[in-house]
């Protein structure tokens, strides 16, 4: 332990206490939940960071991850031939990669994974683990049925866990409308999960784990934040009432399996035009932001271009240290860490990957905690992504969502940087959990 691990533990009660300063009812807080929402972050973190036990269960489902990922990828070698293989890897026909391509090595994987989990859901596995951790959420914190079943579920899918509450939308409180909402934005499904192991696998062999545990850290934090961003001040229905999950079971295994491909290419398609979109707008505006500053900058005598990320990175470098990088680092991780609220974080992992490869980071807790802080889909096009698919499902809900929406956001983000915080916390230089990156 060392002076960071405390930067990093202080950081916590800091980002709860801006929570607090935006909060909508400062006065209305419900403290057993941020009690317990702490409490259960730091209890599984110094499992998976301190225990043995906790460490080695941590190494086997990183290996069992990385071994699932790796079967995802037969069929992509199949269809893709050579496309498909990863860094490093040799075709049976001796053929070497062509390097990493997100269309050809990624993607495919969320077609796999989501397959895999309609399987899950098929066999009843999914609802079982769902309804184990929304009672723990609704015994501890004392929250609605709905806004532990959908907390629960976002733990392992991403805006599908909307259908598990499905008939109790309509009539949900602002709050519990918030929890929705932030708790899609603060986590990551499963499938697109093993897109962010595949783009930093190579430098960081430990990811899988590390995004498992961020999934698992980043429930209980969506909760803390949204309740202390719009407290509860109405009377949820749900309110210490066991909700099922809602969900329609397929006829037959296969049926299964081919709506869950369907839907993984729905996904991909989704974040392929998103990526494509963002991408563009993004460079446009920073072509936009270049001329200005080429203009500017000798009239002060600044230096450097004028870019979003270099915007980002000025708004979010005291962020950065509150989570815990060292000053060394903080640069490059503000910017990383920033630009995920315009450019996902599929393109902010892709450049976590980079600034690893080519050594701009010099401590490892830098990739630890942005990892940590990078895992969860709060984003401007994911707050479009998740309110949209809210009114589809409650279209009376369609008037009040917008302010909601952007709190919860907030939330999302503060969530995020929260389990950030959390890793920073219990991170040491010699854990066997940092693996060969």
């Known amino acids: 332990m060392d002076i960071y691990n405390l930067v990093s533990f202080a950081g916590i009660f800091v980002l709860i206490g801006v929570a607090w300063v935006l909060s909508a009812e400062r006065r209305n807080m419900n403290f057993r939940l941020i009690v317990w929402g702490v409490a259960l972050q730091l209890a599984v973190a110094s499992v998976i960071f301190m225990v043995p036990a906790g460490a080695r269960v941590f190494l086997v489902v990183n290996d069992v991850v990385v071994r699932v990922i790796d079967s995802a990828g037969a069929g992509a070698r199949f269809v893709f031939g050579r496309l498909a293989l990863g860094p490093g890897q040799t ?96 986590t990551v499904a499963s499938n697109v999960l093993a897109l962010y192991v595949f783009s930093l696998r190579e430098q960081f062999p430990m990811i899988a784990g590390h995004l498992v545990s961020a999934s698992l850290l980043s429930a209980p934090a969506a909760l803390l934040m949204s309740k ?109 860490v920033g630009e995920r609220l315009i450019v996902t974080e599929v393109a902010a992992y892709n450049d976590l990957a980079t600034a690893m490869k080519e050594g701009l980071l010099q401590h490892p807790r830098s990739a630890v905690i942005a990892t940590y802080a990078l895992c969860g889909f709060a984003h401007i096009a994911s707050m479009a992504i998740f309110v949209g698919s809210f009114c589809a499902l409650a279209p009376q809900r369609s008037k009040d969502i917008g302010p909601i929406a952007v709190r919860a956001l907030i939330a999302a983000t503060l969530a995020c940087l929260m389990t950030g915080c959390v890793a920073g916390t219990f991170f040491t230089e010699g854990s066997i959990l940092l693996g060969g990156s």
């Open 91 to 186: 075709g049976d026909d001796g053929a070497e990669s062509l390097g990493f391509i997100l269309a050809f090595q990624g993607f495919p994987t969320i077609i796999f994974f989501s397959a895999l989990i309609a399987i899950l859901y098929y066999l009843r596995v999914m609802p079982l683990l769902i309804k184990a951790f929304a009672r723990v959420f609704t015994r501890l914190m004392r929250i609605s049925g709905a806004e532990s079943l959908v907390a629960a579920s976002n733990i392992f899918v991403g805006v599908e866990s909307m259908l598990t509450v499905k008939p109790h939308l309509a009539r949900m409180t602002r709050s519990e409308t918030c929890t929705v909402l932030t708790a899609g934005m603060a």
């Open 228 to 336: 202390i961003l719009l407290p509860e001040g109405e009377q949820p229905e749900t309110l210490g009432v066991r909700v099922e999950p809602y969900y329609e079971r397929d006829s037959n295994l296969f049926e299964a399996i081919i709506n869950g491909a369907n839907a993984g290419v729905r996904m991909i398609v989704g974040i392929a035009a998103l990526l494509i979109a963002v991408l563009g707008l993004v460079a446009l505006v920073d072509l936009v932001l270049g001329g200005l500053g080429d203009w500017i900058n000798p009239l002060f005598g600044w230096e450097g271009p004028w870019s979003l990320k270099a915007l980002f990175g000025i708004l979010f470098y005291p962020v950065t240290l509150v989570l815990g990088v060292p000053i060394a680092d903080a640069s490059a991780i503000s910017r990383i």
